[in-house]
């Protein structure tokens, strides 16, 4: 299958790095500078400048004034990513100086000052990227290392080399200045924002968590209304257990949006909740953690004048072509838990889960469809509605709703079980850790187990459910999809970095601990309308991701054309003047 666009840009992530030590980047500059000046000292290559004074210097002025003068405006720079803008810059330099010994030595102050040009410009996109995309002020902490290395040129050269220099700069940043315009062009046409300021945001968010990020989603975001349906379950003893399907989803990453939504809804219930996943796609992302509130009240309005059932059937498998269900019904709500595991279990479009719950009201009254979301091979699109993929949903959904319907109801009971992880988000876990709920039903015991990540490695749900069989009948393992464990890549399961075989104890655990939780219990259903939530909207990421695929295919032609030109115009400023 071919990779869709949104597919395409999520494995943009494997260009994201992290800054080496400003030490390791100081201690390079300085090394660069020596040996230029030990080459310069030997009599076969007489160089007129010394590599310490050129180079070295210029770079450590940049990296000292850099970091304060963006601070002075209110954003934020580390030292580690202005030492390693002093050295890309420095080894562009050296690079395009030294170029100068395929033509002629003599033409070392011309290569020389385009590469102080070349710097000023590369310096003034890249701070214009990564720190503030008001280019007016990046002039001036651009300029920084070029500044100095102009100086530099005059001591080592000649007055007129520092006219010559600035003319070229410039060149060079008029011609970086378009191409930031043309870079930006495309998003502002499309979604009406910048860009760069959108990088900006991104790189405050990794840098201290800033939440910028939320206002751009909020100026592409569209309202919509879902519903969500509940199962509110209450024990004999007076626990209570609220199991719910969101029809949105927990992203786009970390704390932005809704990248934590199942452990807000959790801690805003005085039930023991389970956040399970929806029909949804990143299409529904939330634009801002605060759209959880109409979430939260609206599920809390659904409560209103419920009426408790005490009956519940046994639980059953179906499997149609790919697809694997585990279904239940309570009271009056039918529960489905679908799988495609070992095969690609990825996010259903919106439309699949609407039409089953659409098809089962004619039997039920509440559809809970969870999608179990346990089986990551790699990053991939979601299952649209009317795909092969997806008919094979419908038609195991209709079929399931057909076979429970005729179904005797008996008496039920509940447990339920919560613990925590000693393992990190890095790691593939969020913040809930694991929860177990298990159904007893005439004897039969049905574990629901649910883990706080964003899928799982193949084979994951496998291992677990062979341990987890053998202490109940029928059982299925699920995640919350939280987005929270995602940092910056899209992928980030449970299983590669913390093997099954390492936390299964504790889902055992939690699925025993839920056995001896066993009560006799009562259910009541409910479907919430969430309504008025803004979410990225219908194929936003779509457009999105096609936007910036299609920018990026002409970026490096036209990156390639414009260096060119300035590379051109300043071969005819230096005959000019000269």
Same mark, same amino acid.
């Given at each position: 299958?071919?990779?869709?666009?949104?597919?395409?840009?999520?494995?943009?992530?494997?260009?994201?790095?992290?800054?080496?030590?400003?030490?390791?980047?100081?201690?390079?500059?300085?090394?660069?500078?020596?040996?230029?000046?030990?080459?310069?000292?030997?009599?076969?290559?007489?160089?007129?400048?010394?590599?310490?004074?050129?180079?070295?210097?210029?770079?450590?002025?940049?990296?000292?004034?850099?970091?304060?003068?963006?601070?002075?405006?209110?954003?934020?720079?580390?030292?580690?990513?202005?030492?390693?803008?002093?050295?890309?810059?420095?080894?562009?330099?050296?690079?395009?100086?030294?170029?100068?010994?395929?033509?002629?030595?003599? #033409? !070392? %102050?011309?290569?020389?000052?385009?590469?102080? @040009?070349?710097?000023? &410009? +590369?310096? =003034? /996109?890249?701070?214009?990227?990564?720190?503030?995309?008001?280019?007016?002020?990046? #002039? !001036? %902490?651009?300029?920084?290392?070029?500044?100095? @290395?102009?100086?530099? &040129? +005059?001591? =080592? /050269?000649?007055?007129?080399?520092?006219?010559?220099?600035?003319?070229?700069?410039?060149?060079?940043?008029?011609?970086?200045?378009?191409?930031?315009?043309?870079?930006?062009?495309?998003?502002?046409?499309?979604?009406?924002?910048?860009?760069?300021?959108?990088?900006?945001?991104?790189?405050?968010?990794?840098?201290?968590?800033?939440?910028?990020?939320?206002?751009?989603?909020?100026?592409?975001?569209?309202?919509?209304?879902?519903?969500?349906?509940?199962?509110?379950?209450?024990?004999?003893?007076?626990?209570?257990?609220?199991?719910?399907?969101?029809?949105?989803?927990?992203?786009?990453?970390?704390?932005?949006?809704?990248?934590?939504?199942?452990?807000?809804?959790?801690?805003?219930?005085?039930?023991?909740?389970?956040?399970?996943?929806?029909?949804?796609?990143?299409?529904?992302?939330?634009?801002?953690?605060?759209?959880?509130?109409?979430?939260?009240?609206?599920?809390?309005?659904?409560?209103?004048?419920?009426?408790?059932?005490?009956?519940?059937?046994?639980?059953?498998?179906?499997?149609?072509?790919?697809?694997?269900?585990?279904?239940?019904?309570?009271?009056?709500?039918?529960?489905?838990?679908?799988?495609?595991?070992?095969?690609?279990?990825?996010?259903?479009?919106?439309?699949?889960?609407?039409?089953?719950?659409?098809?089962?009201?004619?039997?039920?009254?509440?559809?809970?469809?969870?999608?179990?979301?346990?089986?990551?091979?790699?990053?991939?699109?979601?299952?649209?509605?009317?795909?092969?993929?997806?008919?094979?949903?419908?038609?195991?959904?209709?079929?399931?709703?057909?076979?429970?319907?005729?179904?005797?109801?008996?008496?039920?009971?509940?447990?339920?079980?919560?613990?925590?992880?000693?393992?990190?988000?890095?790691?593939?876990?969020?913040?809930?850790?694991?929860?177990?709920?298990?159904?007893?039903?005439?004897?039969?015991?049905?574990?629901?187990?649910?883990?706080?990540?964003?899928?799982?490695?193949?084979?994951?749900?496998?291992?677990?459910?062979?341990?987890?069989?053998?202490?109940?009948?029928?059982?299925?393992?699920?995640?919350?999809?939280?987005?929270?464990?995602?940092?910056?890549?899209?992928?980030?399961?449970?299983?590669?970095?913390?093997?099954?075989?390492?936390?299964?104890?504790?889902?055992?655990?939690?699925?025993?601990?839920?056995?001896?939780?066993?009560?006799?219990?009562?259910?009541?259903?409910?479907?919430?309308?969430?309504?008025?939530?803004?979410?990225?909207?219908?194929?936003?990421?779509?457009?999105?991701?096609?936007?910036?695929?299609?920018?990026?295919?002409?970026?490096?032609?036209?990156?390639?054309?414009?260096?060119?030109?300035?590379?051109?115009?300043?071969?005819?400023?230096?005959?000019?003047?000269?």
């Amino acid at each position: 299958m071919a990779q869709d666009s949104d597919v395409r840009l999520g494995q943009l992530t494997r260009f994201l790095f992290t800054a080496p030590s400003w030490q390791r980047s100081l201690l390079t500059i300085v090394i660069l500078g020596v040996i230029i000046d030990l080459a310069s000292a030997r009599n076969w290559v007489r160089l007129p400048f010394s590599g310490t004074v050129a180079f070295t210097i210029p770079a450590l002025v940049g990296f000292v004034l850099t970091k304060p003068m963006i601070e002075f405006s209110g954003k934020a720079m580390t030292w580690n990513r202005s030492a390693l803008l002093a050295l890309s810059c420095t080894v562009f330099a050296v690079i395009i100086t030294l170029s100068s010994f395929v033509s002629n030595v003599a #033409l !070392i %102050p011309f290569f020389y000052a385009i590469s102080l @040009g070349f710097v000023f &410009g +590369i310096r =003034l /996109f890249v701070l214009v990227a990564i720190a503030d995309y008001r280019i007016s002020r990046m #002039l !001036i %902490p651009a300029l920084t290392q070029s500044g100095t @290395g102009i100086l530099a &040129g +005059i001591l =080592l /050269f000649s007055i007129s080399f520092g006219l010559f220099a600035l003319v070229l700069h410039l060149v060079f940043g008029l011609v970086f200045i378009i191409l930031i315009w043309l870079i930006e062009r495309p998003l502002y046409r499309a979604f009406r924002i910048r860009g760069l300021a959108f990088v900006n945001a991104f790189i405050a968010y990794t840098t201290d968590g800033s939440k910028g990020m939320e206002d751009f989603f909020r100026e592409i975001g569209e309202e919509i209304s879902v519903p969500q349906v509940c199962l509110f379950f209450r024990q004999a003893g007076g626990k209570q257990v609220l199991f719910t399907v969101p029809n949105l989803h927990p992203g786009p990453m970390g704390e932005i949006g809704g990248g934590n939504l199942p452990k807000i809804l959790h801690d805003n219930f005085e039930e023991e909740t389970l956040v399970a996943h929806g029909s949804a796609s990143h299409d529904f992302n939330l634009v801002s953690e605060s759209e959880i509130l109409k979430v939260i009240s609206a599920v809390r309005d659904s409560k209103r004048g419920l009426t408790y059932l005490g009956t519940a059937t046994r639980s059953e498998r179906l499997d149609m072509g790919s697809v694997h269900l585990l279904y239940q019904r309570f009271g009056d709500v039918l529960l489905i838990v679908s799988s495609r595991s070992p095969e690609r279990t990825e996010d259903l479009d919106y439309g699949i889960g609407m039409a089953i719950m659409a098809e089962g009201h004619r039997f039920f009254p509440h559809i809970a469809f969870v999608d179990a979301h346990n089986c990551m091979t790699d990053l991939s699109s979601p299952v649209h509605i009317a795909t092969l993929i997806a008919n094979e949903y419908h038609e195991a959904a209709l079929e399931a709703m057909e076979l429970n319907r005729a179904t005797g109801l008996s008496p039920f009971a509940i447990g339920v079980a919560h613990h925590t992880l000693p393992y990190s988000r890095e790691q593939g876990f969020g913040d809930l850790g694991i929860q177990a709920l298990v159904v007893e039903v005439s004897g039969q015991k049905t574990a629901y187990v649910l883990i706080d990540g964003n899928n799982m490695a193949q084979g994951v749900r496998e291992d677990l459910l062979r341990q987890i069989l053998a202490l109940v009948d029928h059982a299925e393992v699920m995640t919350t999809d939280s987005h929270v464990v995602n940092t910056i890549s899209g992928k980030n399961p449970v299983g590669p970095r913390v093997p099954a075989g390492e936390f299964s104890a504790f889902v055992l655990r939690g699925v025993q601990s839920a056995i001896e939780d066993l009560s006799p219990a009562e259910i009541a259903g409910s479907t919430a309308q969430c309504r008025n939530v803004v979410v990225f909207g219908s194929d936003r990421i779509s457009q999105l991701a096609s936007t910036v695929n299609a920018m990026l295919i002409f970026i490096a032609p036209l990156s390639l054309a414009l260096l060119l030109l300035a590379f051109l115009l300043s071969l005819v400023t230096f005959i000019v003047i000269v």
